[in-house]
């Protein structure tokens, strides 16, 4: 504290400094060296940006709409493939970003990107699952102990049919008859 003054006097030399060239330019290098590198790993972190969806959206909400929409099973096999190609393209990133002087560890994030994948990969086969059990009740109401009786049936007649035939093309063979190959059946 300066004599009979209550505030701590600061001693600074910046006035003299800041009228230094070499001081000026340097601070202005320095500066704009680190807006460069803050700007390149901002660029780059925006590339993980394209994962937002992931984590955005309301699973919940989007599988219930995803499910009113009675999709095929093309449709479900679209999205596990979109989840897969994310958490893939995700798993050959590399973990660590070296950007000059600054380092940055993206195992945090891949592992948070990939598990949104997995979690969403999980609500679809939920969905799937769902569907499939219900399409296989519906079609368990709809047949009847005759209607299986027959389609079993006509499978059997048919097995037996085709039995038929290629033991007669295996005789034929075993005795060195010769046949076109368009006029043979094969298995």
Known sequence: NADGEDKPFVFTFYSEICQLPQINEQATA????????????????????????????????????????????????????FYFRVSNEVAKQPLVKHEHIIRLNLEPLARAVQENAQAWVTSLGRLLNESAREELFNLRNELTLEDLKFVLGTITDIRDIISDIQERYRTLSMYNVEVSRLKRIRR
Not at 52 to 63: E, N, Q
């Open 30 to 81: 320095v500066s704009q060296t680190m807006q460069r590198l803050l700007n390149g790993i901002s660029a780059y972190l925006k590339t993980w940006m394209n994962y937002r969806s992931l984590w955005k959206l309301d699973k919940a909400i989007v599988m219930e709409k995803f499910a009113a929409k009675k999709p095929s099973c093309v449709m479900y096999d679209e999205k596990f493939q």
